[in-house]
């Protein structure tokens, strides 16, 4: 891109904020995560992920100095330009929406909390724990930790350190933004806003399953995936978990006998694991344990992007499980099931390697 074209865009993005700004209301939000090489588009959140420059930035703040009557006259007018000018240079969620400024600021910090953690899940079927733990700077110490030893008479002297990682973050690029689409992402933070039985299982595995992937501790990541898969399908306590929860999970994945008959083994074989991790009995090796939470992390985001897809017709546990039960006798209606065979493959695969 040359001097002028870079210009232009700039210009572009201005010019096109300015005439937004004359109906709706704009909610930028800086990433903690996401790296925009590409500009991410979801247009039924009315939302987008870009780049913002410091020149994009310092034009705004001119607009605003010459449009916002506190700026430019009152005792305050330092605080928003400046804080302002800490989205230089920084990758936004940008999300554009009618009516009062303060309701949609409420709902928007809502939706732009959920995309950002529903955009670290999309890498799920691609990153394993350790890649993702790698770009997002996650470690096992909170926090950075020098220690020193000085032994007797000073003959003695000893220090390590546990450091922090530096945050590379998720780049957005073409290979991120087909994944995203292919795994209905969009249609999982959608549903996760709606305000039915339904909407709410979806948000609560939503976040389960991102506190999960976000958890240095296995046994404790063991555990959060555990809550996510049963925030979801779960219900009854008297229910027999371990059954209940495999063949619900093979209904709602597909409609092939095979692939059921997998999916179930596998959420089997995870809370069997579960079981013996929390029980402390466990004999598994802890590489066939990192296997097998991949593979149902994996399964556990599927799961979210199906029920999200069908919300309007499983909008409610009842709905659910009346359609789960008609599968088991072949009389279920068809069901949108949006993340491909292929998928589903790799995931069950990962836990063989």
Not at 35 to 55: F, I, M, P, R
Not at 165 to 194: C, M, P, W, Y
Not at 273 to 281: E, K, L, P, T, Y
Request: proline share 3%; glycine share 4%; hydrophobic share 40%.
């Amino acid at each position: 891109m040359d001097h002028a074209e870079y210009h232009t865009q700039q210009g572009r993005w201005l010019h096109g904020l300015a005439a937004v700004l004359q109906s709706k209301n704009v909610f930028l939000q800086t990433s903690w995560a996401l790296k925009a090489k590409k500009n991410l588009h979801c247009k039924a959140l009315g939302l987008e992920v870009h780049g913002l420059s410091a020149t994009q930035i310092e034009d705004l703040l001119q607009i605003v100095r010459r449009r916002n009557v506190f700026v430019r006259h009152y005792a305050d007018r330092s605080f928003y330009p400046a804080r302002m000018l800490e989205f230089a240079d920084r990758t936004v969620i940008d999300i554009r929406a009618n009516g009062d400024p303060d309701k949609v600021k409420e709902q928007a910090k809502v939706i732009a909390e959920l995309f950002e953690k529903a955009c670290i899940l999309s890498t799920t079927p691609a990153y394993p724990r350790s890649t993702l733990h790698r770009a997002l700077a996650v470690t096992e110490h909170r926090r950075e930790v020098v220690d020193l030893l000085m032994g007797q008479r000073f003959e003695v002297l000893s220090s390590s350190s546990k450091r922090t990682r530096e945050l590379k973050g998720l780049v957005i690029d073409e290979t991120f933004i087909d994944r995203f689409k292919k795994l209905g992402i969009e249609a999982i933070v959608q549903a996760a806003t709606e305000p039915t039985q339904t909407g709410t299982r979806v948000r609560e595995g939503l976040n389960w399953l991102f506190e999960s992937r976000l958890e240095p501790h296995v046994p404790a990541a063991i555990v959060k995936t555990t809550i996510a898969l049963e925030s979801m399908l779960g219900g009854d306590a008297k229910e027999p978990l371990r059954q209940t929860l495999s063949e619900r999970s093979a209904f709602l994945l597909s409609a092939e006998p095979a692939m059921r008959k997998q999916v179930s083994q596998c959420i089997k074989q995870f809370y069997d694991i579960r079981s013996a991790v929390v029980h402390g009995s466990g004999k598994s090796k802890p590489k066939a344990i990192d296997r097998t939470l991949e593979t149902i992390d994996r399964l556990t985001l599927c799961i979210l992007s199906t029920l999200s897809a069908n919300h309007a017709q499983l909008n409610s546990f009842e709905a659910m499980r009346i359609w789960c039960e008609e599968c088991r006798w072949g009389t279920s209606t068809e069901i949108k099931r949006p993340v491909s065979t292929s998928i589903l493959r790799h995931a069950i695969a990962y836990s063989a390697k």
